[in-house]
């Protein structure tokens, strides 16, 4: 289970082409028998994903990937609530057997570095308490000089960026695919 938000759901892309579709793909072709289900809201916080945890787990997802709290860091929440949300989301998700593997997300400098360091250390601290798989940056991949990867408005990736950030979040997954 993918559960995020509009880096999930594959904002401002046709459908079929959000890095969770592009993950089932690859999945298939290297016969993985998974099945990929994206929970990805476009402009969901962690507030909204703690609303809709029930619903995720009447779904029992053996693997959920956790990408959630770009938003709240967006719009200036308070670091501690991101902090409490996220790890409410985990324990419930590990409580019901799913292994959680936490998606980092940072913010753009202009937050201030105080700010976007201690965010950015949230998933590194929740990580670690929780002994998560981590990415400590989904979307490290694409991230380039030019931004080619990236729609316009420098937050979500294009059809070509979600293709890498599966690929990402396939490395990041495999060794855990075969338990």
Known sequence: ???GDSLSAGFGLETGQSFPDDLQ?????E???WRVINLGISGDTTEGGVARMDSATELKPAIVLLELG???G???LPLTVTRKNLETMITTFQGAGAKVVLAGITL???YGPDYVKKFDQIYSDLAHE?????????LVDIITKDLHYLQRDGIHPTAEGAEIVSGTVFRTLKPILVE
């Open 1 to 3: 289970m993918v559960f």
């Open 108 to 110: 753009p400098p202009n």
């Open 25 to 29: 793909k690859r999945l298939d072709a």
């Open 130 to 138: 929780h002994h998560l798989t981590f990415l400590p940056f989904l």
């Open 70 to 72: 770009g938003n709240d």
């Open 31 to 33: 016969h993985y028998r």
């Open 74 to 76: 967006l719009r200036g």
